[in-house]
């Protein structure tokens, strides 16, 4: 009975409830024992009874039981070089891993571990999903959130990054302002959510300094720490103050006086070299090229062709029909002005008011033939109701006494041979008036001529007495005529006298007429040519001897005659020669 050596020599049977069914007596041998005299092995397929435990179990105890020193339980099946129970955290050591922290053994570290060298298993950091090769968080197969390529898996990003589509944390451009997270939406300067110095709201990112063509604005301080750059206005140049065209630096056009920019200078303005807009003059219309009244496109009222635009033309100007003032004739006075051009549209005269013309006009002096007078204005030129040789006269000299057109004449002309009888007028009258026929006259009691006097009207019963004093008057003309004959005998002795010597001289000087000078008179269609000395020489007039007078037949009319006079001083004339008197010819 060798075999029986583990069996217990006192075999006894106890039923007990908690104790461990006995092995089953099979035979001789360990297996067949009722009861181990040292140790029941149960870590092998069938229990049997050991003298020891093996090393890959561990010895429970429990009274009553079948083996007298206790029962040999398998240890867990990750322990190595023994357990102290059953579970796999009481190994002694471990066959794979051991989990760190503890002494559980694990064939394979958990979800979430790594194991190291020393076969240790460690957790994964917690930022690490689906495992990991370290404990840090760049040893993560996979991050929970977001990975940092420089820390690892991390919760978020930091405040100066960004998260990628892929999960990743990049850097926010440095323009970034990192007091908010995320810091940014993306690497560039437009993607920063706040700015660390100012945002350009014109490209929409962020800048250390705002553009030249913008001002900065701390209305909203949200999207940038120093504040926002917003855009000047379109007519700035190098800067401005703020979002109006009045805040420019400078102007891209032109600047008006409230400091406003604008691209060209409004209607009344002009700009100066220096692109500044200034208000024309206040008599301009339509714009102008200066500040002056001179510089003006065109004229509010009227424009001086010297000063330039004026509310109005001066008093000695008048505006024409181009709006221009021009002078007033030289003849109109100064502080009265005129109409219009030339001396007749005078207001005042400055000297003189010729009336007589058909267009009274001003004039420097009167014409000949005019008087004086005050009315209808001062120093008014009326025309002569009776001249003489150019000067206004009351009544004709006895050497004109006939009154032609209201001139004085020595001879009623061919035209207008009637003349009115002034015997019966008594005194001094104004002269015979000269009239084709003697019903112009006007007086139906003077419309009868003598054989005496055929162009002198007069009433009938003076003609009548003027026939009966023909006869008479035949002797007178009878001694007249021989004393003319012998006259003209004496003078023909006296000329061929004068023809003799080597001067002729002019005899017989006697007053003809008051006159001062050369003048030139023509009646109907006949000339006459008057010479007169100087008023120095206290002459008013010449008579000449026939003698001394030669007849020009190249004339024309010879109604009165005309004749060239020749004097010994070498004078020569024409003139109109006057039988009115009988006793002399009268040049």
């Known amino acids: 009975f060798a075999s029986l050596t583990f069996c217990s020599p006192f075999i006894r049977f106890l039923p007990q409830l908690n104790a461990p069914p006995p092995p089953s007596p099979q035979g001789p041998g360990p297996n067949a024992c009722l009861t181990c ?59 794979s891993f051991q989990m760190a922290n503890s002494t559980t ?49 991390v919760g978020q990003c930091a405040p100066t990054q960004y998260t990628t589509s892929q999960g990743t944390c990049e850097e926010c451009s440095e323009l970034c302002d990192a007091i908010q997270q995320p810091g940014c939406s ?7 959510h706040r700015c660390k110095d100012f945002h350009d709201s014109t490209t929409g990112s962020c800048v250390v300094e705002c553009p030249a063509l913008s001002y900065v604005s701390s209305a909203s301080l949200a999207d940038a720490h120093r504040g926002v750059c917003l855009g000047c206005h379109e007519l700035c140049s190098g800067g401005c103050t703020g979002p109006e065209s009045a ?18 200078c409004p209607a009344m303005h002009y700009a100066t070299d220096a692109k500044q807009c200034r208000a024309c003059h206040p008599q301009c219309q339509e714009g102008c090229l200066g500040e002056k009244a001179s510089d003006c496109v ?41 109409t219009g051009p030339g001396p007749s549209n005078c207001v005042s005269c400055l000297r003189f008011f010729d009336a007589s013309s058909a267009q009274p006009y001003c004039v420097a ?5 005019t008087l004086i007078a005050h009315l209808p204005v001062e120093n008014s030129c009326l025309t002569c109701p009776v001249s003489e040789i150019g000067d206004c006269v009351v009544v004709c000299s006895n050497t004109r006494p006939y009154l032609d057109n209201g001139r004085c004449v020595a001879g009623c002309p061919a035209i207008r041979p009637y003349f009115n009888d002034t015997r019966q007028a008594g005194g001094s009258v104004a002269g015979s008036l000269c009239v084709s026929d003697c019903s112009e006259l006007g007086d139906s009691g003077r419309t009868f001529v003598s054989a005496t ?31 003319a004959v012998l006259l003209i005998l004496l003078i023909a002795i006296l000329v061929v006298r004068a023809r003799r010597t080597k001067a002729h001289k002019v005899e017989h000087m006697s007053v003809a007429m008051d006159a001062r000078s050369l003048r030139s008179v023509r009646s109907g269609g006949a000339s006459a040519l008057y010479a007169f000395p100087p008023a120095s020489t206290g002459s008013n007039g ?22 060239t006079v020749c004097t010994g001083d070498g004078v020569r004339g024409t003139g109109a020669l006057d039988n009115s008197a009988a006793d002399t010819t009268r040049v």
């Open 186 to 192: 993306g690497p560039g300067a437009h993607q920063c």
């Open 105 to 153: 053994c694990v064939k394979a570290c958990p979800a979430m571990h790594y194991a190291t060298d020393a076969k240790k298993c460690r957790a994964c950091h917690d930022q690490c999903r689906n495992g990991c090769i370290g404990d840090k968080a760049t040893d993560c197969l996979e991050c929970k959130a977001v990975f940092d390529p420089v820390v690892g898996c």
């Open 37 to 95: 005299a040292a140790f029941l092995d149960k870590t092998a397929s069938s229990p049997h009874c050991v003298s020891q435990c093996p090393s890959l179990s561990f010895v429970s105890s429990a009274p009553g039981t079948v083996a007298q020193q206790g029962v040999c339980n398998a240890c867990d099946a990750e322990c190595q070089g023994g357990c102290s129970g059953p579970a796999p955290w009481e190994c002694h050591d471990c066959r």
């Open 298 to 338: 065109s004229c509010l009222n009227v424009r001086d062709q010297e000063l330039g635009c004026v509310t109005e033309c001066s008093v000695n100007q008048f505006q024409d029909g181009d709006g221009i003032c021009q002078d007033c004739d030289e003849q109109c006075s100064q502080t009265a002005g005129c």
């Open 247 to 264: 805040q420019c630096v400078s102007c891209r056009g032109n600047r008006m006086p409230d400091a406003t920019c604008v691209e060209t």
């Open 542 to 563: 010449l008579y000449m001897d026939t003698s001394d007078i030669t007849f020009d037949p190249s004339g024309g009319d010879v109604d009165p005659a005309y004749l």
């Open 365 to 369: 002096e009167c014409p000949p033939a």
């Open 453 to 483: 006097a055929p162009f002198r009207c007069t009433t009938q019963q003076q003609a009548a007495s003027d026939s009966e004093d023909k006869t008479t008057g035949i002797w007178v003309w009878a001694v007249v005529v021989v004393a």
